[in-house]
């Protein structure tokens, strides 16, 4: 049951992040969801496995949407193309950064454990 709420929430949180970005860019409310399904996504749909493959992807997503505007020069094409496209991924972006800060908690948690 919980990974069903987990893949619910990635599912919506990436459909909400497209439809958002090419809508409405900057919105304090999409920002909000977003963030708060990254949390349960972090929290309910990353397992052990997953996480060093899923902490690498986020790095990348997160890079790519919030430090760079790769698509702004496809505005110079069909105008405004590129702005939505950068906002899609920027939301992207949003709803990855809770569940990778959450994952890499876990990940630095589990190395600081005495063990083996």
Known sequence: MIGIIGAIAFFAGML?????GGVSR???TIVLILV???IIIGLFNITGREMIPFLVAA???????IAARPFSPLDDVIDGLGRVLNGMVAYIAVLMTPAAII???RVVWSLAQPGD
């Open 26 to 28: 900057e919105n304090g």
């Open 103 to 105: 994952n890499a908690v």
């Open 59 to 65: 790095i990348a997503l997160v890079v790519v949407g």
């Open 36 to 38: 708060i399904m990254g």
């Open 16 to 20: 909400l992040a497209i439809i958002g």
